[in-house]
């Protein structure tokens, strides 16, 4: 202790002032960024000085932070953010460390202008396939702006200059406050009742926020799904809104919207003067094309009758050459003395075929006669005694040693005294013929 004072280490000090910085409350703090380099690479925190014109501090947005804001950190950006103050105690150095990351000001409003932008071009709204074409001659137009300004008059005068010839209808909305957006989209519809060519949506240039109008959700919608092709002409040149971006055409400014829709007399008349050339060469050129055609085609044809004609009078020639055709008869003759000579020649041959054919058979009869005898004695001799076999087992030759067959009323052979009762009427064969009998009784041995 030096002079009643106590004597600290750096680590109590800073220890010390970290308490003290803990206890300030959360602050929301608006500032520019200066000196970011990106988030960090292996932890991806961001790290960067929040200042203003009078002061500097460091600042420190933890990985999660940032990415879920959603806001993209440069050098020049406005940040709003919400936070409080720490102590790093291994330096001692003070950082505002961010819980919340945001836009501030006109940022803000750009960055959701940016983020409507991303959403209605991930539904396709922006699509180029999605537009419609807007005719190249238009006829009729509905210009859809404020009624008070000088916008409506610069495009009136635009398009009487160049095309007197095109009508002009106009829908009064207002362009900026609150509630311009519901009037825009009103006459949006009433715009497209008339059924023009196409529809003007124009107003003169402002402030990012006076043309905040033209980035309205709803009225982007409204213009995507408009039956009529929509031009837009919002601001001047470097002014870009949602309106335009979703629009059939976009133009820079008012009066380039006017000229895009009207094209001027002059180049109609010479767009009709080329045309009118080019067409009346095409018919030139085709009815060159036409007669040189039908000269070929008469040659074509010529040389094909006379070839056609050629090879038909050769194959007249051809058939008149031929006897069948010059002289009929002599066909006829030539095939009768054909088959006269066939009628000799068979004439002549048959006696002799049919007697060598007599002669085979009388040979082959001499010979079957000649083994007939000794190839069927061993037959004789097997049938002879078969058939003695068999008449000793005949039944009828049993019958003519004194024996016979009983047959019971249903005409079958009885072999037991059991098939048979009292009273039943018998057949009794013998070898000269049959008995009838009657049961009277019966006796088991």
Known sequence: MADGVEVLSVHEAVGIASSYVGEIPTLVVNGEVSGFRGPNRRSGHCYFSLKDSESSMDAIVWRGVYESSGVVLKDGLQVQMTGSFSVYKNSGRLSFVAKR???????????????????L?????????????????CSRIVVVTSLSGSVIDDVKRTLARRNPLV????????????????????????????????????????????LMTFNDEALARAVAACSVPVVTGIGHEPD????????????????????????????LERTINERAGRLRKVARDSMGTLSDGNQMMGERMARAFSVSFARHEAYVDSLASRKCLSTPLWMVQNRQDQLNQTEDRLHAALPRG??????????????????????????????????????????????????????????RVL?????????????????????????NGKTSK
């Open 240 to 267: 870009t809104s949602i309106c335009d971006m979703v629009s059939d055409m976009r133009c820079s400014t008012p009066t380039a919207a006017a000229e895009a829709v009207a094209p001027s007399i002059d180049m």
């Open 121 to 137: 071009e991930r539904e396709g709204l922006m699509d180029v396939s999605r537009k419609r074409p807007v005719p190249k001659f």
């Open 167 to 210: 009508r002009i209808q106009v829908a009064g909305c207002m362009v900026q406050g609150p509630g311009a957006e519901r009037t825009i989209i009103r006459a949006l519809g009433i715009a497209a009742a008339a059924k023009p060519d196409a529809i003007l949506l124009v107003r003169g240039g402002g402030s990012f926020e006076d």
């Open 354 to 411: 049919l007697a060598a054919k007599a002669a085979e058979v009388d040979l082959s009869a001499r010979r079957l006669r000649g083994v007939s005898g000794w190839l069927l004695e061993p037959f004789r001799s097997i049938v002879a005694r078969s058939a003695g076999t068999l008449d000793a087992l005949s039944p009828l030759k049993v019958l003519s040693r004194g024996y016979s067959i009983a047959k019971g009323p249903d005409g």
């Open 415 to 439: 072999s037991s005294i059991d098939s048979v009762e009292r009273g039943d009427s018998l057949s009794v064969v013998l070898a000269d013929g049959e008995i009838r009998a009657t049961v």
């Open 101 to 119: 990351l945001e836009v501030a000001g006109e940022g803000a409003l750009r960055q959701k202008v940016a983020e409507l932008a991303r959403k």
